[in-house]
């Protein structure tokens, strides 16, 4: 499964900067990545589910809270599951960051 591209689908409507791996250079702006990706149910010694959590960023010098409460919403819809999630403030370059956590359970291709 293509989760890179999933995500990047799902977020894109939002008209906001979406990016993978990297921090935006505009702002606000989205970036994301995965983490914790494997086997989550198996059968016969099969993998049968496979899972990924995936950390959603969201950049902004004001108020993102509607971009936040959409990025949840969106994602909600497409079955990813919020775990957590968290404000942070980046004082290097003085810009604020809200941290949303989400797992994502699918049906292994191997």
Request: glycine share 10%; proline share 4%; hydrophobic share 35%.
């Amino acid at each position: 499964m293509d989760l890179i591209s999933l995500v990047y689908d799902i977020l894109k409507p939002l008209n906001v900067p979406v990016l993978w791996q990297l921090r935006p250079e505009s702002l606000p702006g989205i970036t994301y990545h995965f983490f914790n990706e494997g086997g989550e149910l198996y059968g016969d010694g099969e993998e049968e589910t496979s899972g990924a959590a995936c950390q959603i960023d969201i950049w902004g010098k004001g108020d993102y809270t509607n971009i936040v409460e959409q990025v949840k919403k969106l994602m909600k819809q497409n079955g990813f599951l919020f775990m957590d999630g968290r404000d942070d403030f980046e004082s290097e370059i003085k810009v604020y960051h809200k941290i949303l956590i989400f797992n994502y359970y699918f049906e292994s291709e191997v």
